[in-house]
């Protein structure tokens, strides 16, 4: 089920908010200029199904999505478990970063954590299958899916040069493990 928990910066161990409700998730994260929503399935999608099936299986929501917001091109990104290549692969994503363009992620299956840095709050939204999480470009953040990482993710990008991120040097991830 998706979660948002939100803390004060200063305080990892008292959060303002903590909710599974979708509608207020979206509420809350809209209000700091972040696009939540949740996406009807099209139908039966297998974790092993390709990724060029997931994609047109998600090709009306992408094509509406992409017209929006000028993206150009999608793709599929799987976590499967702690792997050799994972824990250098996880460090990346949990460090503090910005991004040039919006971080765009539709997750089909599994779950992971976006957590957003903004506004002297922590907001940590765990996504779960159907959940569609756009971080606006410049928005600091980082991405754990823990040490055994279960997902299936759309990307979708703008940047055709692929994920880049901008590192703030912050260690303030370590703070807030995900939950
Ligand atoms: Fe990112």
Redesign the pocket.
Known sequence: MSRLTVYPENNPGTPRLRTEEPEVIAATLRQVGVRFERWDFPGELSPDDTSDTILAAFRPHLDALMGECGAGTADVIRLRGATEAYPAMRQK?IDE?T?TED?IRFFVHGAGNFVLHLNGEVYDAHCTEGDLIS?PAGTK???DAGTAPYCTVLRVFTDTTG?T?HYTGEKISALFPVS
């Open positions: 994503f970063h991004h971080e971080v953040h980082w991405f994920w991120p």
